[in-house]
């Protein structure tokens, strides 16, 4: 009988030793790149939630993960900062309570205005609620202090006190860092800040590619909402005239400090020797004498941007003082004057 051969012989040996893998192409060795990275990140961030962070730390994830400004992100770790300070040590995200927060609010409070503890509360909660979305901490359960703000009277600058800072602007000396000269540069910011009642962000932000004829066409920062507002012809004609002699990206640039200008402009509010006000008394200023002119009708509130039917203006904006002096007194009819008719 035949022999049946399952495998036919082979004369040369068998290399038994494992070959080697195919080239992976360009696509596929960054995929794996990706990939490892990827595993590194989640690596670090378990390593990161196990170990407790400092609350000046965490607010650079809360800056990273929210889209806020980093003006404001600079805000918030002053804020931690400040609580650091009041207790003495470090201040883990871990450590945060209800009754931690309540005090430092209570003793904060007695040296800052409302508005500024209550701006506080703001920003410790934020963060800490933050925190405690990434398991980073336990969420507060219990109530913080809250700071109710009294109501105070609105105050801005008048047409005439506006007209006095001009006059003083153009007694400055030096140059700005722009180019302009400083006389020519504050008188500029001046007009467009009552023109336009644009917030401070939004004005040193604002391009001459924002100016369509006299009107100003922006985005604003801070509500996302559009703002449409015009400049007046001698605004237009100074701006014109200064972007002539030194070309510009931005209309009224500043690249220092904020607090430098609030310094700088509680300097030009001396010499003009007006009542001591803030820049936001421009804003506020520009509404009153909107409001002078087109009492009743709204016009206010869309001239600072605000949303349609808001009392924002009416009750933050809108100097009553200013606009009773202003505008024809009427009153009730003197009582007696029907008996005698």
């Given at each position: 009988?035949?022999?049946?051969?399952?495998?036919?012989?082979?004369?040369?040996?068998?290399?038994?030793?494992?070959?080697?893998?195919?080239?992976?192409?360009?696509?596929?060795?960054?995929?794996?790149?990706?990939?490892?990275?990827?595993?590194?990140?989640?690596?670090?961030?378990?390593?990161?939630?196990?170990?407790?962070?400092?609350?000046?730390?965490?607010?650079?994830?809360?800056?990273?993960?929210?889209?806020?400004?980093?003006?404001?992100?600079?805000?918030?770790?002053?804020?931690?900062?400040?609580?650091?300070?009041?207790?003495?040590?470090?201040?883990?995200?871990?450590?945060?309570?209800?009754?931690?927060?309540?005090?430092?609010?209570r003793d904060y409070g007695q040296a800052a205005?409302?508005?500024?503890?209550?701006?506080?509360?703001?920003?410790?909660?934020?963060?800490?609620?933050?925190?405690?979305?990434?398991?980073?901490?336990?969420?507060?359960?219990?109530?913080?202090?809250?700071?109710?703000?009294?109501?105070?009277?609105?105050?801005?600058?008048?047409?005439?006190?506006?007209?006095?800072l001009v006059a003083a602007a153009a007694g400055?000396?030096?140059?700005?860092?722009?180019?302009?000269?400083?006389?020519?540069?504050?008188?500029?910011?001046?007009?467009?800040?009552?023109?336009?009642?644009?917030?401070?962000?939004?004005?040193?932000?604002?391009?001459?590619?924002?100016?369509?004829?006299?009107?100003?066409?922006?985005?604003?920062?801070?509500?996302?909402?559009?703002?449409?507002?015009?400049?007046?012809?001698?605004?237009?004609?100074?701006?014109?005239?200064?972007?002539?002699?030194?070309?510009?990206?931005?209309?009224?640039?500043?690249?220092?400090?904020?607090?430098?200008?609030?310094?700088?402009?509680?300097?030009?509010?001396?010499?003009a020797g007006v009542r001591p006000g803030t820049?936001?008394?421009?804003?506020?200023?520009?509404?009153?004498?909107?409001?002078?002119?087109?009492?009743?009708?709204?016009?206010?509130?869309?001239?600072?941007?605000?949303?349609?039917?808001?009392?924002?203006?009416?009750?933050?904006?809108?100097?009553?003082?200013?606009?009773?002096?202003?505008?024809?007194?009427?009153?009730?009819?003197?009582?007696?004057?029907?008996?005698?008719?």
């Open positions: 009988m035949p022999q049946i051969m399952l495998f036919e012989p082979v004369d040369q040996a068998v290399d038994l030793t494992p070959t080697a893998a195919p080239a992976r192409g360009p696509r596929l060795q960054r995929a794996a790149t990706s990939r490892v990275q990827l595993f590194r990140e989640l690596a670090d961030e378990r390593a990161r939630r196990a170990t407790p962070l400092r609350l000046v730390d965490y607010v650079a994830v809360y800056a990273t993960t929210r889209a806020i400004e980093p003006a404001t992100a600079r805000q918030y770790r002053i804020t931690a900062t400040r609580l650091e300070e009041w207790a003495g040590e470090p201040v883990l995200v871990t450590d945060l309570t209800e009754l931690m927060i309540s005090a430092f609010l205005k409302p508005s500024t503890v209550r701006s506080k509360r703001c920003q410790i909660m934020a963060l800490w609620r933050a925190a405690a979305d990434e398991y980073l901490c336990e969420p507060p359960t219990r109530r913080v202090r809250s700071t109710p703000i009294p109501w105070e009277p609105v105050d801005c600058f008048t047409l005439a006190e506006v007209e006095q400055l000396r030096r140059g700005h860092r722009c180019g302009l000269r400083r006389s020519v540069w504050w008188d500029l910011a001046i007009r467009v800040a009552w023109d336009t009642g644009l917030r401070w962000g939004d004005q040193v932000r604002l391009r001459p590619g924002d100016i369509h004829g006299d009107t100003v066409v922006v985005c604003q920062r801070k509500t996302r909402r559009p703002y449409c507002g015009r400049l007046r012809p001698s605004t237009i004609a100074m701006l014109a005239e200064s972007l002539r002699r030194h070309p510009r990206e931005y209309v009224c640039p500043w690249p220092a400090s904020h607090e430098t200008f609030r310094q700088q402009f509680r300097r030009l509010v001396a010499k820049w936001k008394w421009l804003r506020r200023g520009g509404a009153t004498d909107v409001e002078i002119q087109e009492p009743g009708r709204g016009m206010a509130a869309r001239h600072l941007g605000h949303a349609p039917g808001s009392r924002v203006a009416e009750l933050h904006y809108i100097d009553a003082r200013v606009v009773a002096a202003n505008t024809p007194a009427v009153a009730p009819r003197e009582i007696g004057t029907a008996t005698r008719a």
